[in-house]
Nanobody
Framework: QVQLVESGGGLVQAGGSLRLSCAASGRTFSSYYMGWFRQAPGKEREFVARIRWSGSSTYYADSVKGRFTISRDNGKNTVYLQMNSLKPEDTAVYYC?????????????????WGKGTLVTVSS
């Protein structure tokens, strides 16, 4: 059974940092793209960042570029999202996702796998 399990969410003050983790299990993800989406209350889901599992190629939404860093640890089957200089507008549920096609991350539609999400709250 394929699982993506997020952790690391919580409450942080504006300007602070959090690191989210996504532990993947149940299959080999070596040919997959892994990434993060977020959904704030009352808003649509939006792409945050993605990384190719077997390489170093990364891609970020403009809203997080320079503040967030996505990385992966192949030995631990885990993808990370380091979030620095957090802003109240970063408050959302953050979801880990995996897909064989990097292009799928543009909309999030038809993704192969999703995690259940972890809540990040940034207070002002």
């Amino acid at each position: 059974q394929v699982q993506l399990v997020e952790s690391g969410g919580g409450l942080v003050q504006a300007g602070g940092s959090l690191r989210l983790s996504c532990a993947a299990s149940g299959r080999t993800f070596s040919s997959y793209y892994m990434g993060w989406f977020r959904q704030a209350p009352g808003k649509e889901r939006e792409f945050v960042a993605r990384i190719r599992w077997s390489g170093s190629s990364t891609y970020y939404a403009d809203s997080v570029k320079g503040r967030f860093t996505i990385s992966r640890d192949n030995g631990k089957n885990t993808v990370y999202l380091q979030m620095n200089s957090l802003k109240p507008e970063d408050t959302a549920v953050y979801y880990c996702a995996a897909d064989r096609l990097g292009g799928s991350f543009q909309t999030g539609n038809g993704m192969d796998y999703w995690g259940k999400g972890t809540l990040v709250t940034v207070s002002s």
